[in-house]
């Protein structure tokens, strides 16, 4: 199982990246994914998780109406478009794939984590 995120970078504040993540080695299509991140010093943290058929998508309060998760089937991807984004939001973002239909928002659900890609924004 392989999971290659891409798509991070340096931005200032109020800027938008999107992140992607594509997956190999698992049924994607009948598997939930979640993104996380993680600061310097910090434990990570939930930020979105997304259900099989793109029916169910969570956030994190501190995410909710900036960021967007999305989902493609036919190309084994999974997306987090981040929006109007903050010096706090700064981390190393990480996907995950848990066996399972239904998203979680728990890092112990999930069996399978991308190596994770940096996000930086300046003020």
């Known amino acids: 199982v392989q999971l290659t995120e891409s798509g991070g970078g340096s931005v200032q504040a109020g800027g938008s990246l999107r992140l992607s993540c594509v997956v190999s080695?698992?049924?994607?299509?009948?598997?939930?994914m979640g993104w996380f991140r993680q600061a310097p010093g910090k434990e990570r943290e939930f930020v979105a998780t997304?259900?099989?058929?793109?029916?169910?998508?969570r956030y994190a309060d501190s995410v909710a109406g900036r960021f967007t998760i999305s989902r493609d089937n036919a190309k084994s991807t999974v997306y987090l478009q981040t929006d109007s984004l903050k010096p706090e939001d700064a981390a190393v973002y990480y996907c995950?794939?848990?066996?399972?239909?239904?998203?979680?928002?728990?890092?112990?659900?999930?069996?399978?984590w991308g190596q994770g890609t940096q996000v930086t924004v300046s003020s």
């Open positions: 080695g698992l049924p994607f299509s009948t598997s939930a």
């Open positions: 997304i259900s099989w058929r793109d029916r169910d998508t």
């Open positions: 995950a794939a848990r066996a399972a239909i239904w998203g979680s928002t728990l890092t112990r659900d999930y069996a399978y």
